[in-house]
Structures are given as structure tokens and as C-alpha cells.
């Protein structure tokens, strides 16, 4: 286990439903990371925060909204999904922002489905 | 534009033998290059990281090189076990007010017995 944990590990949702996804990294870092990951495509960065504060929106529909209360919590809240948006959602920390060192640490990844 | 490319897309060998995975990046500036190992419905896990300066970086049986002149970096497994199967994910971090990480799609591993 890398530290980083993530519920549901699976979800299912109709496209009216509003769901959120949790986040929780026990390794004391400042930063956090939420990424798409579709199928055979390469990981795709959507939000990044840094002590709490959001740093980073890499054009991201609205449909999606992330929640950072505290440096080891991060949630994304999901409404009104469309199916294209069915994929695997990690979540990764690290200790800072910069500098060569600055490893991230993913969770297992929640796979979402949507009907 | 920054971009990471991997070859191949997938590879099937047979348990013990040894492979090798390629990856060419576009990214400027350069920081360094990782590579990750993810398996299968689990987050990538790192396996190696690289700045400019070095050419080659092991893990136990994993191997990393990196030609920042090419602009090329392999990831080298030897002896490969079962376990060894999973994506293998290279990215490069490029400076951009901070490490913004570029992920390439990934090499598909299967080992066969």
C-alpha cells in the first residue's frame, strides 16, 4: 500500500445522480492530485491542490468538483456525468510541488461507470 | 507541444526472458523521467526516477536509462517473472512553476509462463 486511499473502489451511477468520490493520504504531504485514466489513453491531470488551495484546473467540465478541506482529504463531487466520462479516477500526494524528488504517491483508483 | 510516446503498445514474452521498453519525450524544460509500474484495477507505483545528469538507474531487476540528448529513455527487465505483468507508464516532469507530470500511455507487459 502506497498511502493514499480512495472509496468507493467502485461506482456506478446514472447520468442524473450526484456521487462524490474520497480521497485520503496518511503520508503527511501538502499536495494532492485528482487524474482521469480512460482506456488506452495516457493519464490526464484534472485538479491539483496544495495546501488546500487549488493550484491547477486543467480544463475540467464543471460536472466535476473537487473539495480539498484539509491536507489529507480531497474529494470530487460527480453530477449529472455523461457515459464518456466512465473511467478510472486516481488520486496521488506528494510532498510539495516542485523539485526533482517530488514523487507521487497514487491510491488504488476508483472505477467509475456511468449509465 | 509536450509529449510522451511509448513503444510498444504491448508485449507478450515468456517467463525468464528479459525485454526492454522505449520511450521518447518532447518536454522542455526537462526536470527528470520516472517510470511506473501499474497493475492491473491498482495506481501506478514508481520504479525509478532520473534527472539530466544520470544515465541509467536500477530497481532490482528493472533497469532505467536515459539520453537527455535523444531525448530517449528504456526501461530494461531482466529475468521477468509473472508478476511482472502490467502497464508500464513512463512520464516526464517538466518545469512549468512546478514538476507538471506527463504521462505517456503506457506498455501493456504480459509474461507467459
Known amino acids: 500500500e502506497t498511502g493514499v486511499t480512495q472509496t468507493p473502489r467502485h461506482l456506478v451511477m446514472g447520468m442524473t445522480n450526484k456521487k462524490s468520490l474520497k480521497c485520503e493520504q496518511h503520508?503527511?504531504?501538502?499536495?494532492m492530485y485528482w487524474y482521469k485514466q480512460s482506456a488506452k489513453k495516457p493519464l490526464e491531470l484534472m485538479f491539483v491542490?496544495?495546501?488546500?488551495?487549488?493550484?491547477e484546473n486543467n480544463s475540467v467540465p464543471s460536472r466535476f468538483s473537487p473539495e480539498c478541506p484539509n491536507s489529507s482529504h480531497l474529494f470530487l463531487h460527480l453530477h449529472t456525468l455523461q457515459p464518456e466520462d466512465s473511467a478510472l479516477y486516481l488520486c496521488?500526494?506528494?510532498?510539495?510541488?516542485?523539485?526533482?524528488?517530488?514523487?507521487?504517491?497514487f491510491g488504488p483508483g476508483t472505477r467509475l461507470t456511468v449509465l | 507541444k509536450n509529449q510522451v510516446e511509448q513503444s510498444p503498445q504491448s508485449l507478450i514474452i515468456l517467463e525468464g526472458k528479459n525485454c526492454t521498453l522505449q520511450?521518447?519525450?518532447?518536454?522542455?524544460?526537462?526536470?527528470?523521467l520516472r517510470w511506473y509500474k501499474q497493475d492491473t484495477g491498482r495506481g501506478p507505483v514508481s520504479l525509478t526516477i532520473?534527472?539530466?545528469?544520470?544515465n541509467t538507474k536500477s530497481n532490482g531487476r528493472y533497469t532505467a536509462t536515459l539520453d537527455a540528448d535523444t531525448k530517449q529513455s528504456s526501461l530494461h527487465i531482466t529475468a521477468s517473472q509473472l508478476s511482472d505483468s502490467a502497464s508500464y507508464i513512463c512520464?516526464?516532469?517538466?518545469?512549468?512553476?512546478?514538476?507538471?507530470?506527463?504521462f505517456g500511455a503506457g506498455t501493456r507487459l504480459a509474461v507467459h509462463p
Open positions: 532520473m534527472t539530466f545528469s544520470e
Open positions: 520511450c521518447n519525450y518532447t518536454v522542455s524544460p526537462f526536470s527528470n
Open positions: 491542490y496544495s495546501l488546500e488551495e487549488r493550484v
Open positions: 503520508l503527511g504531504h501538502n499536495a
Open positions: 496521488a500526494s506528494s510532498q510539495g510541488l516542485a523539485g526533482p524528488y517530488n514523487e507521487q504517491f
Open positions: 512520464v516526464v516532469s517538466g518545469g512549468a512553476g512546478y514538476n507538471k507530470l506527463i
